[in-house]
């Protein structure tokens, strides 16, 4: 079976732009997380999506936004960047249990 | 919720040497228990988990025990190689999501 996908794998924008993550899950997998990863803040956990559904939300602001399609594939959004943005976005996929399985993730540099 | 507080590092061993890291958690019940490595430049793998009391998770010579009486989850590992260097995150489900601890950098010298 393949991974959990996700691209881009690497993105740089500047301040004040906006940016769009894509996550494709494991087959048969219908919930999707979403962390972001920083050498400051370690793992914070942004939103999860179970069939199209926001079941929980982490402590970003309304920037940060997700979505969930019906093939379980999911986006992130950022809009009007900040510097403190960059970071490694982790995507993980669920089947119905605990175990989340994680993507390689894509590295965003805001300049 | 659930939390874990995990050692943190640096961690540096030589190889073969014998590595532990600790683990402890509060929660409420027994929930399943994870370790989680992050290889350079990847993502986070599944190293292993535990879904109950007293269940050994184990892979690739790493082993943890789920340990109600202390509420930890320890990893060791006998003989470290340098292909072990790594970030390991203890970690627990929380209200659909992943809580995990602040991460542990291990780097083996060869």
């Known amino acids: 079976k393949a991974g959990v996908t996700q691209t881009p794998r690497y993105l740089i924008k500047t301040r004040g732009q906006q940016v769009t993550l894509s996550c494709s899950p494991i087959s048969g997998h219908r919930s999707v997380s979403w962390y972001q990863q920083t050498p400051g803040q370690g793992l914070q956990f942004l939103f999860e999506?179970?069939?199209?559904?926001?079941?929980n939300k982490g402590n970003f602001p309304g920037r940060f936004s997700g979505r969930q399609f019906s093939n379980s594939r999911s986006e992130m959004n950022v809009s009007t960047l900040e510097l403190g943005d960059s970071a490694l976005y982790l995507c993980?996929?669920?089947?119905?249990?605990?175990?989340?399985?994680f993507g390689p993730g894509t590295r965003l540099t805001v300049l | 919720g659930n939390s874990v507080t995990q050692m943190e590092g640096p961690v540096t061993l030589s190889e073969e040497a014998f590595l532990t890291i600790n683990c402890t958690y509060t929660?409420?019940?027994?929930?399943?228990l994870f370790w989680y490595v992050q290889y350079p430049g990847e993502g986070l793998q599944l190293l292993l988990k535990?879904?109950?009391?007293?269940d050994k998770g184990s892979n690739k010579g790493f082993e943890a025990t789920y340990r109600k009486e202390t509420t930890s989850f320890h990893l060791e590992k006998g003989s470290v190689q340098v292909s072990d260097s790594a970030v390991y995150f203890c970690a627990l489900p929380n209200d659909y999501k992943l809580s995990f601890g602040a991460g542990t950098t291990v780097t083996v010298r060869a």
């Open positions: 993980a996929s669920s089947l119905h249990t605990d175990t989340q399985y």
């Open positions: 999506y179970f069939s199209e559904t926001q079941r």
């Open positions: 535990a879904t109950k009391a007293d």
């Open positions: 929660a409420t019940g027994y929930p399943s």
